[in-house]
């Protein structure tokens, strides 16, 4: 027992002494800062320990079915469909994708709403196009960027109207609470752990003396969807969890050069980042299996956007967000069904990330609402008319505003710059997949989409109670480090 209170005290101690050994000056000055929030950390944690929760209770009304299967989407930041296996990947990069693949119904032609997150979670939860949810939508004058807007329905909170326990677990300053994408949540936890939200961290943090983590990692990450997983089971409800992982979007190093090599290595680091984000996928498959709840569940895999990589048109730089070019648009997307019915099916029509709600309302028995706008891609039986659409993508963070249609093969692309006339370019992704050669828009073939897409790029205004977003500073200091501020 001495021992033990002998190795307490020296614990505790350690930290005071590691400060005050510091001749006085700004160096010791911030070691004190560090001992203290140490100290703080120590008092405050247990107290802290309560979760902080973001919506308010659920109601209990009839729901659709008698039992209805609970549901897990995984969203992965950053992620192209060509870095997947079945989709174009290679197999033994994402040996866990490709297991889980196995189980689902793939749509190898998904594509997004948008190039990047705010606009492209708000399409998969309210499936409308971000000119209607208007979440990340920038004001052309001002700067600024709206949150969704109060008009739209959200997935969860249809899903929660049913009687499902709904949670999110997010780690993108851009998912923050602030841009409304938590409505229909019982528990929606975002940017980072509730650790790093220690009110003595944040304060230290805010002060420049200690850096918050821009994002959680994947084996953290996984913790926390299997901790939201377990508060759903408890809620004695189908759960509705939502989960999003990062770490593709953290490969870029803005240090290095910016020729074809330095292209080269960035897509080796972002292959690296997507081959640790499947491993931890594979922990978190394994323990739904070991839980007993894998194969009951619903679960849909699909990532928010793509990335632009070694491909170099003049656009602008590597990334996303500020081209409509198809390594940003075309992502991955499988739904695995309980008792995994309809395993191992693939689906090559192009469809979009709106399709996303209506299809897991259609598959948990709930009629999806009448402001979505995608469509159901499984119905209840086992075959499912395939009648082509024209996808439209917007909604730039970069740039002047670009609008996508794609109808099969075929692809325009407007671009709408204030006091400048729309330049509109096509492509037949058929015989140019690279979309490195693009078209004439005026030729008879493409006719019908450059009149679809500039009847879509038509601006809308926002609704006068959607609200614009202001960013703290810790959120400028994650959206830094993610290489979104300059």
Same mark, same amino acid.
């Given at each position: 027992m001495l021992a033990l209170t002998a190795i307490a005290a020296a614990f505790l101690s350690a930290p005071l002494v590691w400060a005050l050994r510091e001749p006085v000056g700004r160096q010791r000055t911030r070691r004190l800062g560090v001992a203290l929030a140490f100290y703080g950390l120590i008092l405050l944690l247990p107290a802290y320990g309560a979760r902080a929760y973001h919506g308010s209770a659920s109601g209990d009304l009839t729901r659709s079915t008698a039992n209805p299967p609970s549901i897990l989407l995984i969203v992965v930041d950053t992620l192209r469909a060509d870095a997947v296996a079945g989709f174009g990947g290679d197999s033994e990069l994402t040996p866990n994708l490709r297991e889980l693949a196995q189980d689902a119904t793939l749509f190898t032609r998904a594509h997004s709403a948008a190039p990047w997150t705010t606009p492209s979670f708000g399409s998969l939860l309210t499936s409308t196009y971000p000119s209607e949810h208007q979440a990340g939508r920038r004001d052309p004058r001002l700067g600024f960027k709206y949150a969704l807007s109060p008009s739209v329905t959200t997935l969860a909170e249809v899903l929660?109207?049913?009687?499902?326990?709904?949670?999110?677990? %997010?780690?993108?300053?851009?998912?923050?609470?602030?841009?409304? %994408?938590?409505?229909?949540?019982?528990?929606?936890?975002?940017?980072?752990?509730?650790?790093?939200?220690?009110?003595?961290?944040?304060?230290?943090?805010?002060?420049?003396?200690?850096?918050?983590?821009?994002?959680?990692?994947?084996?953290?990450?996984?913790?926390?969807?299997?901790?939201?997983?377990?508060?759903?089971?408890?809620?004695?409800?189908?759960?509705?969890? %939502?989960?999003?992982?990062?770490?593709?979007?953290?490969?870029?190093?803005?240090?290095?050069?910016?020729?074809?090599?330095?292209?080269?290595?960035?897509?080796?680091?972002?292959?690296?980042?997507?081959?640790?984000?499947?491993?931890?996928?594979?922990?978190?498959?394994?323990?739904?299996?070991?839980?007993?709840?894998?194969?009951?569940?619903?679960?849909?895999?699909?990532?928010?956007?793509?990335?632009?990589?070694?491909?170099?048109?003049?656009?602008?730089?590597?990334?996303?967000?500020?081209?409509?070019?198809?390594?940003?648009?075309?992502?991955?997307?499988?739904?695995?069904?309980?008792?995994?019915?309809?395993?191992?099916?693939?689906?090559t029509e192009p469809v979009s990330s709106i399709d996303v709600a209506p299809t897991i309302l259609q598959l948990v028995g709930i009629h999806p609402?009448?402001?979505?706008?995608?469509?159901?891609?499984?119905?209840?039986?086992?075959?499912?008319?395939?009648?082509?659409?024209?996808?439209?993508?917007?909604?730039?963070?970069?740039?002047?505003?670009?609008?996508?249609?794609?109808?099969?093969?075929?692809?325009?692309?407007?671009?709408?710059?204030?006091?400048?006339?729309?330049?509109?370019r096509a492509y037949d992704l058929a015989v140019d997949p690279g979309e490195s050669a693009p078209l004439s828009p005026d030729s008879p073939r493409f006719e019908r989409l450059l009149a679809a897409v500039s009847r879509f790029g038509k601006a809308r205004p926002a609704p006068p109670d959607t609200k614009p977003v202001a960013f703290d500073v810790l959120a400028v200091q994650r959206l830094k480090a993610l290489g979104y501020v300059e």
């Open positions: 929660r109207s049913n009687g499902y326990w709904t949670g999110a677990v %997010l780690t993108n300053v851009y998912l923050a609470n602030r841009f409304g %994408l938590s409505r229909g949540f019982d528990d929606y936890q975002d940017l980072v752990s509730q650790q790093w939200q220690h009110p003595v961290l944040v304060g230290l943090a805010r002060l420049g003396l200690l850096e918050i983590p821009a994002y959680v990692p994947a084996d953290i990450e996984t913790r926390r969807v299997l901790d939201l997983v377990r508060r759903g089971q408890r809620s004695g409800k189908p759960f509705f969890a %939502l989960a999003h992982y990062m770490d593709p979007h953290a490969h870029d190093d803005p240090s290095g050069p910016s020729d074809g090599e330095g292209a080269q290595a960035t897509q080796r680091r972002y292959l690296e980042q997507v081959s640790y984000t499947d491993r931890h996928l594979g922990v978190l498959v394994r323990e739904l299996q070991a839980m007993g709840l894998y194969d009951d569940l619903l679960i849909v895999f699909t990532a928010d956007h793509g990335e632009e990589l070694t491909e170099d048109r003049n656009q602008g730089p590597y990334g996303h967000g500020h081209t409509l070019y198809e390594e940003l648009l075309h992502v991955p997307l499988m739904v695995k069904r309980p008792a995994n019915e309809g395993a191992g099916a693939e689906r609402p009448d402001g979505f706008e995608g469509r159901p891609l499984i119905g209840l039986g086992p075959n499912d008319p395939e009648v082509p659409r024209i996808l439209f993508s917007e909604a730039m963070l970069w740039g002047p505003e670009q609008k996508a249609a794609i109808l099969g093969d075929q692809k325009v692309v407007i671009e709408i710059a204030p006091g400048r006339p729309i330049v509109a």
